[in-house]
Structure formats: C-alpha cells, structure tokens
C-alpha cells in the first residue's frame, strides 16, 4: 500500500489497547501523516502511537471531552503539516480494510460536490454477542447517497473547512449533525459498495446496550433541537419514536389502569404484538427475533436519553459524556 500525499488520517480514542496499535498498523501506510488523538488514556496507548511514528495529541482533559472536540484537535495538527486535500477520519477500536483509501479518494476526486465518503463498516466479532450482531447490522446502511457518515468516513478538508467542522459540544451524534450543515451548503454524502473497516464494539453486558442506546436518544434529541425545524427535520421521526413507544404509551397505559382498573394492563400487550410483526418483516430467522427484541427494548432507552437531553437543557447544563465500554 502506497502511501497518498494528498491524504492524512485522524484516529482517536482512549484506553484501546491492542485494538489501537490495530488501527495505527491499518491505516498509516496508505496516508502521508496520521494523528492520533488521546482523551485521557490510562494505558500504554501513547506511547504505543509514538513507538509507530504517529504523531500523539493529548487533549487536555480540563475541557469536557468529546469525539467531535477530539477530531477538530487532529484535523488541526494534521493540516499544520501541509494542505492535505482529503483527511481520513478513523476510531481507535477500528482497523481500516485494505484498498478502502483508494477506492474512495478515487470517488471522491471524480465528483466534486461529494465530501464525505464512507463504506461498510463491520463487526470484527459478530458471532461473539448479540450485541455485536446488532451493531454489525447496524452498519449496513444503503449505497449510494446518502444523508450521514458515521466515525469512520473520507472527508474532503475544504468542505470540512467551509462549514465549521465537527461541533465540539455535541457528545454523540457530531458526524451525523456534520453532514447536515454539509447537505445545506449544497455538498453531497455517499456510501460506496466497499469494505472500508472492522470494528470492535466489544458489548458482552446489556448494561453497555442500554447506554450506547440511551446516548443515541441524547442525540436525537439534541441533533432535532439543532436542525429539526430546518428542511433536513434533522432526527425528529427518531425523536418522537423514542418519546412515544418509550414514554408516551406506557405512561398511558398505567394512567388508563390506575382509573379504569388493571384490566387496562392488558394494553401492554401491544409490545409484544409489535416484536413479532418485526421480526417477522426481518425474516423470522434467530437475527430478526434479537434485532426486534432490541429494537423494543431500546426505545425506553432512547427515551431516556431524550429526557436526559431535556432535563439538562431546562437546568442549563450540558450533558457529559455517555460511554459505553
């Protein structure tokens, strides 16, 4: 793999281990220069980075931590080594796929109005847990245009440049939130047909399910509080899900019970009407019963993290930062 001198690479993370020296051996061979950005690690992750030539910068913990903080801070020391053209935007518990970077500065460079580029991402361990099944479907958006990236995705630095980068106050939801400021000043968002990374989630606890998913409710709640009234009606469908199946629905259902008696209970049944129906439209296979289950499950996650958004913003404080592992 030849390395493109109009290409450098941000990778971030905290406490990865091995999966960082991973990622740093994947990635800096296709690239002219990549940096890693620290949050805080405790383990050898520094010097791991440094030991492979990599360029380290160690946010200064005093601020609160965000991944959209963390990738601005890389996306500045990289350019400060040259006027890089495209910036490879990588996790630190992913591994980049062999021939992802060429194939996509190629698209990229024969269409112009695209800036963000992204393939699919897959679970290293998918077999390992339900919970890595779920994220490895998860991932498997659609081809073509579309309106997101995630965390890992080729960017074009003049497009980043012209609309800000990444907002550094959001604590989820920053590349999502990106693409639609990028979308409004008329750029364009394409998945490509091509494996682009592994990724680790390494969830073997429900617990760490039900935080990852209560961070996206935070999320769409604050990414439709953002845009939500614009054209794009950034995550409102999203966020009213989560209120009405994880909120709304309940609460009515026991209000209805405690004034016209518990027969009223029996309404609760309507969740496991809606499982099957879902897994059913999956396929009916062991996969779509788990994905339906976590799809119900999720939405009084979700709803928390819609409430925990709002509770914060009524007492004017910010939310910190929801990690799952």
Same mark, same amino acid.
């Given at each position: ?68 903080? !963390?990738?601005?801070? /890389?996306? %500045? *020391? &990289?350019?400060?080594?040259? =006027?890089?053209?495209? @910036?490879?935007?990588?996790?630190? +518990? ?51 245009? !579309?309106?997101?990236? /995630?965390? %890992? *995705? &080729?960017?074009?630095?003049? =497009?980043?440049?012209? @609309?800000?980068?990444?907002?550094? +106050? ?156």
């Amino acid at each position: 793999m030849t390395a493109d001198p109009r290409i450098g690479a941000v990778v971030i993370g905290r406490n990865e281990g091995d999966r960082l020296i991973r990622c740093l051996e994947s990635v800096r061979g296709g690239v002219a220069h990549v940096v890693y950005v620290d949050s805080g690690s405790t383990d050898d992750s520094v010097a791991a980075a440094r030991a492979r030539g990599v360029e380290v910068v160690a946010l200064d913990m005093g601020v609160p931590f965000t991944a959209a903080r !963390a990738r601005n801070a /890389g996306l %500045d *020391a &990289l350019l400060a080594h040259g =006027a890089f053209g495209y @910036v490879q935007f990588i996790d630190g +518990d992913c591994e980049l796929r062999e021939g992802w970077i060429a194939a996509a500065s190629a698209f990229l460079d024969q269409h112009e109005d695209v800036a963000v580029t992204c393939g699919r991402r897959r679970e290293r361990f998918p077999g390992a847990t339900p919970y890595n099944r779920l994220c490895d479907w998860e991932w498997d958006t659609p081809v073509g245009e !579309a309106t997101a990236c /995630g965390g %890992d *995705a &080729l960017m074009r630095v003049a =497009a980043l440049q012209a @609309v800000g980068g990444f907002n550094p +106050d959001l604590i989820a939801g920053e590349e999502p939130e990106l693409c639609v400021r990028l979308r409004l000043a008329g750029w364009r968002i394409w998945r490509l047909d091509h494996e682009m990374t592994w990724h680790d989630a390494a969830m073997t606890r429900f617990g760490q399910f039900w935080k990852r998913t209560r961070r996206s409710g935070h999320a769409f709640a604050e990414g439709a509080a953002l845009h939500g009234r614009g054209p794009t009606r950034h995550w409102v469908t999203e966020t009213r899900r989560a209120i009405l199946w994880g909120a709304a629905v309940p609460l009515a259902i026991v209000l209805l019970a405690l004034l016209a008696g518990p027969a009223a209970l029996w309404l609760l049944l309507i969740y496991p009407v809606r499982l099957i129906r879902i897994a059913l439209r999956e396929g009916g296979d062991r996969a779509a019963w788990e994905r339906a289950f976590f799809l119900i499950t999720g939405k009084f996650a979700e709803a928390t993290g819609v409430a925990e958004y709002w509770w914060g913003r009524l007492r004017g404080r910010r939310g910190g930062l929801i990690e799952y592992k």
